[in-house]
């Protein structure tokens, strides 16, 4: 059984730096690419950024230059380096495969950044 574990989450003060990190068991980690997602009351879930096997990255227009993705493909772990945050990015966030699949989602680590 595949499954995806969110840590790292927290409270930040605006201009603070966050890392999050997501284990992934099973066998999906060595042949998908990777994506870390969040999302906000009432609204849809949102890709912010996608690692792919190779390592190549790709990030929603209001993440990039402040946050990184990346995996470790040797401990089967995704991580998302956070910095300068703002509140707007105070949301639950998520890791899946990219694009994501409903057979994966895990319990997400809060993120809030107060102002």
């Known amino acids: 059984q595949v499954q995806l574990v969110e840590s790292g989450g927290g409270l930040v003060q605006a201009g603070g730096s966050l890392t999050l990190s997501c284990a992934a068991s099973?066998?999906?980690?060595?042949?998908?690419?990777m994506g870390w997602y969040r999302q906000t009351p009432g609204k849809q879930r949102v890709l912010v950024a996608v690692?792919?096997?190779?390592?190549?990255?790709n990030y929603v227009d209001s993440v990039k230059g402040r946050f990184t993705i990346s995996r470790d493909n040797a401990k089967n772990m995704v991580y998302l380096q956070m910095n300068s945050l703002k509140p707007e990015d105070t949301a639950v966030y998520y890791c899946?495969?990219?694009?994501?699949?409903?057979?994966?989602w895990g319990q997400g680590t809060q993120v809030t950044v107060s102002s």
């Open positions: 899946n495969i990219a694009p994501g699949s409903p057979r994966y």
């Open positions: 099973g066998s999906i980690f060595s042949i998908n690419a």
């Open positions: 690692v792919t096997t190779g390592g190549s990255t």
